[in-house]
């Protein structure tokens, strides 16, 4: 890679950890939507469709820009280090902190929501509501927010097979070179329409909802291993990075607009009946997810494209940010139905609460510990 295209590498770390800094405002607003979540605690005293189209929004570019930027690093890394050392390299980032986090960090995200159930939304009485708590405690409930770790393991596995040399001999010439340029607007239309395809033939609903269980779906497999993919090939011709950014305001222009006419029809008039079909809708969804993927990555590649301490820092701290955050979020939502502090100011307090106790928890005890190696690698005091 050339200097240019290396500074851009400090864009897509910046987007890697803004699409994790997203999900913390994501679970944040969603017990102030009017289209509740089920199981997710739901605050009467805020409902509001700025935070439906808010969640909408996130939701439908969030995780494919993850995926798609996962992979990218993914396949340069594992040519800087090879075979053996990127593997050790993953399961010291990815398997050990996800283990470690459905052992210890899990169950005190789970609580939160069991309490919400018993104590609130199905009013057991007490000794009622603790033994169903207690009970459902120690059994399986999901990967909650950790899903995606674990399919990052599978993904990885796959990336490793297809690139083994003697795999990659059994490849024809003519598909090795057939890469996709997603500066092109042709080709960003093909990703979108194979989207579509997926989408059409894996899920029911136009949105993609995450899925948490142990046994991974075939679609989600599929879908969220499309855009890990997506970021393999842009990482095998890297000179997207400067291509990728020149198409920036039309890409973001599309998937806005596309955004704001999907959002009306399925969520705002999820209800009437409209002449748009279901796979109509599909597809749409698809070529808006697509759009806005890579307007947003075009963003960060053009404009975040410069190294910051700033970025360098929150980026090392966006992971422990991440997988803790749920604890604090789904506990301040349920302690503020107790409260008489209004709506918005509840959102704000979660959020500045969540963000503030992470950052400080990460500064004194994970940055310079074992954790922290974990997490990103060894980091210097000073």
């Known amino acids: 890679m050339t200097l240019q295209q290396d500074n851009r590498i400090y864009g897509l770390d910046a987007l890697r950890a803004v699409a994790m800094l997203l999900g913390v405002l994501l679970h944040t607003i969603i017990a102030y939507k009017v289209n509740v979540n089920p199981s997710w605690p739901s605050d009467n005293s805020l409902h509001s469709y700025f935070f439906d189209g808010t969640y909408y929004f996130i939701h439908s570019f969030r995780m494919q820009l993850f995926f798609v930027v996962a992979g990218f690093f993914a396949r340069m890394v594992y040519l800087k280090i090879g075979q053996q050392a990127f593997i050790k390299a993953r399961f010291k980032r990815i398997a050990i902190p996800f283990i470690g986090s459905l052992i210890f960090i899990l169950p005190l995200s789970i609580a939160p929501f069991l309490y919400y159930k018993y104590y609130i939304a199905d009013a057991l009485p007490p000794a009622e509501a603790w033994a169903a708590f207690r009970h459902q405690f120690f059994r399986w409930n999901g990967m909650a927010h950790l899903w995606f770790l674990y399919y990052l393991l599978f993904f990885y596995g796959a990336m490793l097979v297809i690139l083994h040399k003697r795999v990659q001999q059994l490849v024809p010439a003519f598909l090795k070179k057939g890469m996709l340029n997603m500066a092109s607007l042709p080709h960003i239309l093909v990703v979108g329409g194979v989207l579509g395809v997926i989408q059409l033939l894996f899920f029911a609903e136009p949105l993609v909802e995450v899925s948490n269980g142990i046994i991974p779906k075939v679609s989600h497999l599929l879908y969220y291993g499309f855009f890990f993919a997506i970021g393999v090939l842009v990482n095998k011709n890297a000179a997207q990075l400067k291509q990728i950014p020149q198409r920036t305001w039309l890409y973001l222009s599309v998937g806005l607009l596309l955004a704001v006419a999907l959002f009306y029809i399925i969520v705002l008039q999820k209800d009437q009946t409209h002449p748009v079909g279901l796979w109509a809708l599909k597809l749409g969804v698809a070529m808006q997810t697509t759009f806005l993927t890579f307007g947003i990555m075009g963003f960060f590649l053009r404009y975040m494209n410069q190294e910051s301490r700033t970025f360098r820092y929150i980026s090392d701290a966006s992971y422990w940010l991440y997988l803790v955050h749920l604890i604090m979020v789904s506990s301040l939502q349920v302690l503020f139905l107790y409260t008489n502090i209004p709506g918005v100011l509840r959102i704000i307090l979660i959020l500045s609460i969540t963000s503030g106790v992470s950052l ?21 005091r000073g």
Do not use: A, C, S
Request: hydrophobic share 40%; glycine share 10%; net charge positive.
């Open 360 to 380: 400080l928890t990460y500064q004194w005890f994970i940055r310079y510990t074992f954790i922290g190696n974990v997490l990103h690698g060894p980091r210097k």
